[in-house]
């Protein structure tokens, strides 16, 4: 009873923490998403489709975009990835439609999009690999590292009761990020930004979870 009673609390005191505070483009997106995804939702749902296989369908197709950036051709990449990008945010549409919203849709979907990151940075990895562009491998490297760490930071936040959504670079921004700069020929800025803004972000999301932990602490 207790320690239920504390998590609510550290979930109170990170709400209230994060009230205020800049919202992410995810946030902003995913209501968004919601009102125009939503008709192609019902009609996918009128269809018989499952919202874990178009979960699955985004990991593909985002695979695939991986498998261009490492043949080398990255502003087809980046255009591609922008093109498949809204994929991302019709399962949980279509989840909503069909009223078939789940634990396991949601730790799926979750999952998946952590290897859809690293079949896109590996992607890229490999080609600057094979160029033998050692810094742009590095920073990929690290970027990936980073991307990983920032999903695990509000994973394991939340385990213990802290909202954890803050961050300049969550995963739509870094999906923006990476396709769009690609999509222009600057994958050497795509490449700095994203290495800078991902360590960034856990480092933003560290120091959160440590103030809305010190302020629980100190007022209970």
Known sequence: MHSVQRIERKQRAGQKQQRGRWKTLTDWARTQAGVLLMPIARAM?????????????????????????????I???GRLLLVVAPVD???????RALGQKSRFGAFLDSTLDRLSDAALILGLTAHYL?????????????????????????????????????????????????????????????????????????????????????REETYG
Not at 48 to 61: A, F
Not at 89 to 95: E, Y
Request: net charge positive; glycine share 12%; with cysteine.
């Open 45 to 73: 749902g009128r269809l018989g489709i499952h919202p874990n296989t178009i979960t699955i369908l985004g990991l593909l197709l985002q695979t695939g975009v991986g498998v261009v950036f490492g043949l080398g051709y």
């Open 130 to 214: 094979r160029q033998g562009a050692h810094l742009e491998v590095m920073l990929l490297l690290i970027s990936l590292v980073a991307a990983l760490m920032v999903s695990y930071i509000r994973a394991r936040a939340e385990a213990e009761g802290f909202p954890c959504k803050v961050g300049v670079l969550t995963r739509l921004e870094r999906i923006i990020l990476i396709g769009a700069l690609s999509a222009v020929g600057l994958p050497a800025v795509m490449i700095w930004t994203l290495a800078m803004l991902s360590v960034f972000t856990v480092v933003q999301r560290i120091l959160y979870v440590y103030a809305v932990s010190r």
């Open 75 to 77: 502003t087809l990449g």
């Open 89 to 95: 945010a019709l399962d949980g549409a279509l989840a």
